[in-house]
């Protein structure tokens, strides 16, 4: 069925919404708010690639192109069986939808898709005529997608997994450019971590000008964090509270995954109507350890909150605004700790390393 509107694109149309969206007899085929022909143009702009070796631990994807306002969404797309129009298996469907301003994962498998997923550890980063970048690596149990250097999201194999893929779709995009190779890092375009600077206590900043820290870092520890010394990290907590993460890794990096010696996860989200929210305590060495749960910090959304970990000589102590909200046993070596990452709902302003000191503990 062609388009006959007045746009005289003459683009073929998909069958399913001409049926559902037609216009009215006296109606410009223009003025819908997604058009057939942006629909279909969506469907005529694209390439699918075939993969000449199956997908592996540490293979590499990169898409860069351009995101057109023509076109109301994008996608990429990891297919398995042969390709044929709205049945083929989907292993990952990374769908990017610019007038809502989010991206849906999902997996496509007997012409039936899943339940979508929406979340992401940074804000939506594509705009109209901008050209972005993204990577992808595929590992044992997820795939990590990147936009123009910094992680975006990860998606857990569902079946169909990745690694019977046979194909890669790009849709919706014009200038679309895509390479597949293998890496052992990601994301190779991630800009270079910064250095958390060394101070003589708490009450004096750093001499060394701080960088300007965003939400989701990484930064670096060189020296790692010695014995009766302490991190502190001051950002404001987000106004509507789900959780955040604070995790001591040995080493500046997403993937491979580094081993975390500690893993301080504060969710507000559950049973959120109570006065203290849950902290779960945790070491990631090869795989999650036991868990540790208390319901011990005590926080205000919307303000700025100091965090302190400080390394003893058996264990890790964390302090909210000089509160103790847990302790963890070293799992690893603390010596270990070459970096630090922040995620979810804290924005950091001010991170260094300082001595231990004898702040006071309030109960």
């Known amino acids: ?7 005289g694109c003459g683009a073929l149309c998909r069958r399913l919404f001409c049926r559902e969206k037609q216009p009215p007899p006296d109606s410009d085929h223009e003025e819908m708010p997604f058009t057939l022909c942006q629909l279909a143009e969506s469907q005529d702009v694209n390439f699918t690639q075939t993969l000449s070796e199956p997908l592996t631990i540490g293979s590499h994807i990169i898409c860069t192109g ?20 709205g049945r083929s298996d989907i292993s990952v469907h990374f769908n990017v939808r610019q007038p809502q301003c989010y991206v849906v994962r999902n ?27 993204i990577e992808i690596v595929v590992d044992e149990t997820e795939t ?48 270079e971590r910064p250095e958390i600077s060394l101070t003589t206590s708490i009450d004096n900043p750093p001499e060394t000008e701080q960088p300007v820290w965003k939400p989701n870092l990484i930064a670096t520890i060189t020296k790692g964090v010695p014995e009766g010394y302490q991190l502190v990290i001051t950002g404001r907590l987000r106004p509507m509270l789900h959780s955040f993460a604070i995790d001591l890794m040995d080493g500046a990096r997403e993937w491979p995954l580094p081993n975390i010696h500690l893993h301080v996860n504060v969710r507000a989200h559950v049973e959120s ?32 909150t100091t965090f302190r970990i400080v390394r003893g000589p058996t264990e890790w102590s964390i302090y909210a605004d000089d509160m103790l909200i ?14 630090l990452r922040v995620r979810g709902d804290l924005y950091p302003q ?10 006071p503990i309030r109960d």
Not at 108 to 121: F, I, M, Q, S, V
Not at 170 to 191: E, H, M, Q
Not at 326 to 339: F, I, Q
């Open 144 to 191: 990590l997608w990147a936009v123009d250097g910094d992680h975006y999201c990860s998606y857990v194999h569902r079946n169909p997994s990745p690694f019977t893929a046979r194909w890669i779709e790009v849709t919706g995009i014009r200038d679309a450019f895509l390479k597949i190779s293998k890496t052992d890092n990601y994301p190779t375009l991630a800009p």
């Open 107 to 133: 997996t496509r498998r007997r012409g039936k898709w899943g339940p979508e997923e929406t979340t992401a550890y940074r804000l939506y980063p594509f705009k109209v005529n901008k050209q972005f970048t």
């Open 326 to 339: 847990g302790e963890l046993e070293h799992r690893a070596s603390p010596g270990g700790v070459k970096a």
């Open 350 to 359: 001010r991170i260094f390393l300082c001595p231990a000191t004898s702040t």
């Open 273 to 304: 109507q109570r006065d203290r929210q849950l902290v779960v305590l945790n070491a990631w060495l090869g795989a999650w350890g036991m868990e540790r749960r208390q319901r011990t910090a005590r926080l205000i959304p919307g303000t700025l």
């Open 1 to 7: 069925m062609v388009c006959q509107g007045k746009c």
């Open 66 to 85: 351009t995101p057109s306002e023509d076109i109301p969404w994008f996608a990429i797309n990891i297919g398995s069986e042969e390709l044929e129009a």
